[in-house]
């Protein structure tokens, strides 16, 4: 529980994957992915904007290891271990049987370690997301943003290299979603670690990451990445600044940009 | 955790009160409704036999049946034991064998493809055209109707476990695979937890049935048997135009019938109140 003091720069950092020419096809003839090419370093925020058949979950899947390229290499600096990676899902996906302690202790649990043994790491998991007083609550007794609370407690539980996270906050409502976008940052901040975010929304992208890689559609692949250069911490004042309306119209105008590809490439 | 205006006292409107009321209301007579109806019920029966003086050789009043039930406490309730114990063994051992064969074929496809047909069939074959087969070729009494009791009461175990056991959340799943765990771990932590809900309902469809099968093989077994169980008093009670024990002994089967569903009820609740969607109270 020591990260480095900050993040370096962009262009500073230690490589941390690499992603090399990789394609997936489904069932022969349907490509999911195609030749996708994307360094992830430690400390990036990395966006993956699209439309939806971009292929932006498979990339996350392939990433993940639960499914493999059909060509190309995924390889990660020192190898990768089990607990170098976290994982949350659009929906909170929680244990509905398990207590929020018991569910933010699966990953150790499937690793032997008795629910005693990793206490500290839990009530710190649980403290970092601001559920402290709830590790005894079960599912149900949650609100669909504490949900995605402990869903992230239980990502961040290892410690991993790599945090991974599938459109988490799309079926929340939009305060709620300001509010744990806040919060990611923050503990992004505390805990200097490294994310690909998923997401179907430029605003967001814009607000979080650091990297946005925009992605077409049919066949999926990178069309372009936008660099995000304002500075963290980004608060409340960031959403509503000039910059980040700048920011907000130049992912947009990418993002479009896109989408046109796809057109043109259709109606061709 | 509501947040109420601490300055103002508590606003109760008249729709509030209406609703607190009716709630109420509905509290009492779920208790009070159904056993003012069934008192109802019995003292009508009881009417219909005095004002048209039936004799009780066709029907016997509640007087008459509680007086038999009181009078041949002995041998019914040494038969209610017969009963019982086949009903019981028989719902264990469905259990047992229900989840084990739904635990094999969740973890084997190919198992699942071989042996799902042998299940279907054996639960759609009526038990009372396969009993007397059961009992030639089975030699031991007690074994043959344990046999189909079971043959009865273990299909709803097994597919319904079997439809929980595939029922685990498909990112949960993903979860378990990106944290490496054995498939051992997933059937325990992951794929039981999820049955558990599917299992309890078959566990109650199963209940009733065990008895039914109970009884239905008491009665192919019929007097040559070791017969000592209820359903076999029934018969032999019918034989002897005993009608007050038939109705007796009927009653000890119903009452059975309604325990052995309590039981299972009472088991679902305390495993599941916590946790899960069906026995958990809404509010408004």
Known sequence: ?268 | MSTTDMNMAPVVDEEELRYARAQKREKVAKWVLPVVVIALAIFLWDRIVVWNNIPHYILPGPGVVLETLIKDWGMLSSALMVTLKITLAALAVAVIGGVGLAILFTQSRYFEMSFYPFAVILQVTPVVSIAPLIFIYVDNRLAALLLCAWIVAFFPILSNTTLGLNSTDHNLRDLYKIYGATRWQRLRYLQLPTALPYFLGGLRIAGGLSLIGAVVAEYVAGTGGIGSGLAFRILEAGYRLNIPRMFAALLLIAATGVVIFTAASLLSHALLHKWHESAIKRES
């Open chain 1, 1 to 268: 529980m020591t990260p480095p003091t900050s993040i370096p720069p962009m262009g500073q950092r230690a490589k941390l994957l690499d992603m090399s020419n990789v394609d997936k096809v489904f069932n022969g003839n349907v490509v999911a992915l195609k030749d996708m090419n994307l360094t992830v370093n430690q400390g990036d925020f990395i966006s993956l904007l699209g439309p939806s058949g971009c292929g932006k979950s498979t990339a996350l899947r392939l990433i993940s290891g639960l499914m493999r390229p059909t060509s190309g290499h995924i390889t990660w600096d020192g190898g990768m271990k089990s607990g170098d990676l976290g994982v949350v899902f659009q929906e909170p996906t929680l244990m509905p049987w398990a207590t929020v302690e018991q569910n933010v202790w699966l990953p150790f649990r499937l690793r032997g370690k008795s629910l005693v043994q990793v206490q500290d790491e839990i009530m710190w998991a649980l403290n970092m997301v601001g559920l402290e007083k709830f590790q005894k609550s079960y599912p149900r007794e949650l609100s669909g943003g504490m949900k995605m609370r402990v869903s992230i407690a239980r990502a961040l539980v290892t410690e991993p290299r790599l945090i991974l996270m599938d459109e988490p906050f799309a079926a929340l409502d939009e305060i709620t979603r300001h509010k744990l976008n806040n919060d990611l940052l923050e503990l992004r901040e505390k805990l200097k670690c490294t994310v690909i975010f998923v997401t179907h929304s430029v605003f967001e992208s814009v607000f979080l990451s650091d990297r946005i890689v925009v992605m077409a559609a049919r066949p999926g692949r990178v069309s372009s990445e936008v660099t995000v250069d304002a500075p963290y911490p980004r608060t409340e004042e960031f959403r509503t600044s000039a910059d980040y309306a700048e920011l907000c119209r130049k992912a947009s105008d990418a993002l479009h940009a896109a989408m046109n590809e796809h057109g043109a490439r259709a109606s061709a």
